[in-house]
């Protein structure tokens, strides 16, 4: 008889191991970008899914290759050292504890901002003069993504044949621009070697605030997303791919017509996850609402409200909340 698991506080998630009820890749839609048929993949993968996988994506591997071994780096460094850039205010190096609401689960991380001077001059034992190599590396991946979104948003854009093409893409694109970028690690969970039936919470389904999120980690399992009818879904890792999540702020955008997906990480029992996030988020006071060009005479589903207006809400909910609620019209 297995003894009562060793790690108590976490939350332990069904009988469904993290490939059990896998669908196979072939079952995530996959978009290569190089290709012409890539805007309408996107459009249906966005209104299906709410997320897909993108190959051909124009990011040198080298920047990824450069920006994981650094941070690989710092999450090697004795916890004290990593806490000097902690707690995550919202930014920072976080431990378990995941937001103000007393989320938690099985991973360590940083937070950080787009906005490189802030980070630099925030968490000076992260970015010292002597790590020029984190600094250069996170900001030839940040731009680099960045621009990648950009196109995949424009491609979106078309797709939905809206005349301004940079209609989602500016937003990320301004000065002004409240993107996030976070590095997860999710250390292997041994304790999970005993049981078969049993799965550990890396990090609680959610929904992503932002527009669009960008997401690539190492070859370990662990990501899941969720299906419209509720069953999860294991993502099969591949460390030279990208995979890109519609955002609560898009799904209002798009009045509903692309899916804001629900996912979540499972922590595996033997290898570490490493994941880089590039969260590209509007300006705190624009205005998000459905656009008028995709209404057609339809209702709008959402009442109007400001990024930060979001942000505010968001931050005092639990992870697994409904964030868009407060927002629909009944
Ligand atoms: C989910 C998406 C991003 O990781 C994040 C998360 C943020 C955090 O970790 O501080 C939040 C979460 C995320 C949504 C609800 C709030 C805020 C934790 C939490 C409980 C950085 C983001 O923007 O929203």
């Known amino acids: 008889v297995p003894s009562k698991p060793a790690i108590e506080p976490f939350s332990y998630v069904g009988n469904s191991m993290p490939n059990s009820n896998a669908l196979y890749s072939h079952q995530i839609p996959l978009v290569d970008l190089s290709k012409p048929d890539s805007k309408s993949l996107i459009i249906k993968a966005c209104e299906e899914f709410g997320f897909f996988k993108v190959v051909n994506h124009g990011v040198p591997l080298d920047f990824i290759s450069r920006l994981e071994e650094e941070a690989v780096k710092f999450f090697s460094l004795p916890l004290v050292e990593k806490e000097k850039a902690g707690p995550p205010d919202p930014f920072g190096y976080g431990n378990k504890k995941i937001g103000w609401g007393g989320d938690v689960g099985w991973v360590e991380y940083l937070l950080l901002t787009t906005n490189p001077s802030f980070n630099y001059r925030k968490f000076p034992s992260v970015f010292s003069e002597s790590s020029e190599r984190f600094r250069s590396a996170l900001g030839d991946y940040i731009s680099a993504v960045r621009d990648m979104a950009c196109e995949v948003l424009e491609s979106m854009a078309d797709g939905l044949r809206i005349q301004q093409r940079d209609i989602f893409s500016k937003l990320l694109m301004d000065e002004q621009s409240d993107s996030f970028f976070r590095l997860n690690h999710y250390p292997p969970c041994p304790e999970l070697e005993a049981f078969d039936d049993r799965n550990m919470i890396g990090f609680g389904e959610h929904t992503d605030p932002q527009i669009i999120s960008v997401l690539r980690s190492n070859n370990t ?40 997906v629900r996912h979540r990480v499972l922590a595996n029992s033997s290898k570490s996850r490493v994941s880089m996030i590039y969260f590209g988020g509007p300006p705190l006071s624009e205005r998000i609402a459905p656009l008028p060009c995709l209404m057609k005479g339809k209702e709008s589903l959402y009442k109007e409200f400001t990024w930060f ?13 409904d964030r868009l609620e407060h927002f629909q019209r009944v």
């Open 221 to 260: 399992s662990g990501l899941q997303i969720s299906m419209k009818d509720g069953t999860w879904v294991s993502v099969p890792p591949d460390q030279n791919s990208f995979f890109i999540n519609v955002g609560d702020s898009l799904q209002v955008m798009t009045n509903g017509r692309f899916r804001s």
């Open 309 to 321: 207006e979001y942000k505010k809400a968001a931050y005092n909910s639990r992870l697994a909340d």
